[in-house]
């Protein structure tokens, strides 16, 4: 039987500051506690009239390596880490003021967001949380690359991702299962950062992108193992990939119940997948009202 969840927005305010790694400029976010129903919105405060985008899949945007939302004037982008935050914390409400467009890089994990939003508290709110229980299985994908999404437990999210990039990658094979918790996201998830081979990092730089960043700002591969840096943990990579995919999976606006596996995934799977179930409730919510 499903339980009942009530929303939760943030205790106080708090802030997080940093760099992006595309663009290299620099950003502060200010977290402000919402009402209930308001979900999470990104406010850009350095833009006239301050426009604002809500964290949702209609407003995302299709980017290679990234997540980005735009609605009118306001876009935001590389949202995934704090979006991730958001939802294993379970802040359902809260409105983020941007003073530029990217997100903080950071280190390349979502430690920082983690620390912050736990040393404010939640708030209880008296509405219950929209949650949606996966009754079928979905896939979406092909061979090469795929994403499930699976009935399972009416209170718990699991989520399963098998990175496997061929033999001849730097970037060993993993796989990395959890039962999404608080704790289980500030021990064993949000320290897993953003990673890239020495190939695609200098293509980047190439064309003009993160030119600021060296491989001690995130994970940079060549086949000897990362250069300059230290994994984490064993599967850092793999973990890193199901902090993303927590992240897209916010964008579903609802509580997901059930086991989400992923072959390979990236955003755009993701998103879509996130798509796929934002519909699905909305369906399932048509029909309890008709009934």
Not at 54 to 76: C, K, S, W
Not at 255 to 263: E, Q, S, Y
Request: proline letters at 5%.
């Amino acid at each position: 039987m499903r339980a009942t969840r009530f929303q939760h927005t943030i205790g106080r305010p708090c802030q997080v500051s940093g760099r992006g790694y595309w663009s290299g400029q620099p950003i502060t976010l200010t977290f402000l506690p919402a009402k209930p129903h308001t979900g999470i919105v990104f406010v850009r405060t350095d833009l006239k009239e301050c426009p604002s985008v809500p964290a949702v899949v209609d407003y995302r945007v299709d980017m290679p390596l990234r997540t980005r939302l735009a609605q009118g004037t306001a876009m935001v982008d590389m949202v995934e880490h704090v979006l991730a935050t958001l939802l294993a914390l379970q802040i359902d409400n809260v409105e983020i003021h941007c003073t530029n467009c990217e997100m903080p890089s950071l280190d390349g994990s979502s430690h920082a967001y983690a620390l912050a939003l736990a040393s404010v508290g939640k708030r209880l709110q008296s509405t219950e949380r929209a949650q949606f229980q996966i009754a079928e299985p979905l896939r979406i994908g092909n061979d090469h690359q795929w994403i499930m999404a699976l009935p399972g437990n009416a209170s718990e999210l699991t989520i399963e991702y098998r990175l496997d990039y061929g033999a001849k990658s730097p970037i060993g094979q993993a796989v990395y299962s959890a039962l999404v918790t608080e704790q289980t996201f500030l021990q064993d998830l949000a320290p897993a950062r953003t990673f890239i081979t020495i190939a695609e990092a200098e293509q980047l730089q190439q064309q003009g992108l993160a030119r600021h960043v060296t491989p001690r700002d995130l994970l940079v591969f060549d086949q000897a193992g990362p250069i300059d840096n230290s994994l984490r943990f064993p599967d850092e990579c793999a973990r890193h990939k199901a902090l993303d995919l927590l992240g897209d999976l916010a964008l579903a606006g609802v509580d997901i119940r059930g086991k989400i596996v992923a072959f390979r995934s990236g955003h755009q799977l993701n998103g879509s997948l996130a798509q796929a179930l934002k519909n699905a409730y909305a369906a399932q919510t048509r029909l309890r009202k008709a009934v």
